[in-house]
């Protein structure tokens, strides 16, 4: 029977990828952010899953306004590396896990969840800049990873409740497919920042800390936390942080299981516009 | 009935809501179109022309022109979109997002090292700071 073993949370600037991908990680406004997954990167090779559920959203690259689907799992065999303008980030293709995506699939949408199944989709640096923080730059990603998408592009994402229902959905879809698989859940984006308009800039320590310890200890209380509260509170980006409920949701402690042991957390200001952070839960 | 939008008092900060989408609908496709190297070579070559393929409003058109990315929000743009221009000219998001602000590159650089900006007196409009 496959399983989750643990959960990994990361912000997924695009600026942090440019910066590994030019060879700035040593430079000193880098190397804070870097040293962060040193850890992370030992961590993932003690511990390498069979597969890497991993949610992020797409910006505006493989989804434009043609088509805005809330949920999209992506169920091909493999991901090209998308060009949001610069050209495709160096790295590898992104090979999938279609038996078990479309497993998953048929399992969450018969769960009361109406997922979009995406066949054919490019992945930016959503999904690129969290794998090159937890892997650094191998020649090919240490394992397939199936690209969960949503929308938190245009207003209104789906609620965190609704993301923490999801991920307990998907915990039910993983346990019920016969394969062995250790699947880790990755949830991306975030923490606060805000890139548009004259309050551009804006970062808040305070509550990105408190959502770090309520992600941690009180995760149904953190998912009943209104959109309202992101935009004010964490910047109008940063309400991507509704993301990281859906993997927490999928974590033992929450389906009637033991309390995660949390394996590194870790926070900084900044990596471009925004506040960068992370943590491993590990199910027990 | 009208939708509740409880986000219209946050200072600052237009979300990007099925109604700012509708209104925006071209000008964020066009935007898009610059995804392609052929698209964002002919756009540089004669930016008026390459708006006027798309049916967007005279004021869209003259907000992308004048590389006023704020006023391309308030006709219906989404800075994900809007990044693409910006990728055009070469510029990194952080320079773009600066330029909404009314800061300096330098200014705006300087303030996200120091922590970023302060939520105190950015929460509602009308606040005091």
């Known amino acids: ?62 989804f434009s306004l043609d088509m805005i689907p809330t949920f999209a799992i992506g169920t091909a065999a493999e991901f090209m590396p998308a060009d949001e303008g610069w050209g495709p980030r160096p790295v590898p293709k992104v090979v999938g896990h279609p038996r078990l995506a479309a497993h998953i699939a048929q399992s969450v949408i018969q769960d009361d969840f109406d997922l979009t199944i995406v066949n054919k989709m490019d992945v ?44 307990k959905a998907i915990r039910r879809a993983v346990e019920s497919c016969d394969e062995p698989l250790n699947v880790q859940i990755w949830g991306t984006g975030g923490m606060s920042h805000q890139l548009q308009g004259p309050r551009a800039g804006l970062i808040n320590r305070e509550w990105d800390t408190a959502f770090l310890d309520r992600l941690i200890s009180d995760p149904e209380g953190l998912a009943a936390v209104p959109h309202i509260d992101y935009v004010r509170e ?50 027990n | 009935m009208s939708l509740d939008k409880p986000y219209t008092d946050v200072p ?15 000008l964020n496709q066009f935007c898009m179109s610059l995804m392609k190297a052929d698209n964002r070579a002919r756009f540089k070559t004669d930016e008026r022309a390459y708006l006027d393929e798309w049916p967007m409003s005279e004021e869209q058109k003259q ?5 006023d990315l704020n006023r391309c929000i308030v006709l219906g743009g989404n800075i994900y979109f809007l990044a693409k221009i910006g990728a055009t000219d070469g510029k990194s998001f952080q320079q773009m997002a600066g330029s909404m602000t009314g800061m300096s590159e330098e200014q705006y650089r300087d303030m996200m090292v120091s922590g970023g900006r302060s939520v105190e007196g950015n929460r509602y409009v009308g606040e005091k700071k």
């Open chain 2, 63 to 67: 907000a992308v022109l004048a590389r």
């Open chain 1, 1 to 62: 029977m496959a399983h989750i073993s643990a959960s990994v949370y990361t912000s997924h600037v695009p600026a942090i990828g440019a910066a590994l991908d030019l060879g700035k990680t040593a430079e000193p406004y880098w190397q804070p952010v870097f040293k962060g997954y040193d850890f992370s990167r030992q961590w993932l090779k003690d511990h390498k899953p069979d597969v890497v559920f991993l949610i992020f959203n797409d910006h505006a690259t493989a």
């Open chain 1, 124 to 167: 930016d640096h959503g999904l690129t800049v969290p794998l090159s923080l937890m892997c650094g730059q191998p020649q090919a990603w240490p394992c397939p990873v199936i690209p969960f998408a949503v929308n938190v592009v245009q207003y209104p994402p789906p609620s965190g409740r609704r993301c923490f229902m999801l991920g």
């Open chain 2, 12 to 26: 600052g900060t237009t979300v990007f809501d099925a109604d700012m989408s509708r209104l925006g609908y071209h």
């Open chain 1, 234 to 283: 964490a910047g109008s980006e940063g309400i991507e942080l509704v993301m990281w409920l859906i993997a927490r949701g999928a974590m033992s402690d929450v389906n009637g299981g033991d309390k995660p042991t949390v394996r590194h957390r870790f926070y900084h200001v900044p990596a471009s516009n925004t506040a960068v952070g992370h943590l491993i839960l590990e199910n």
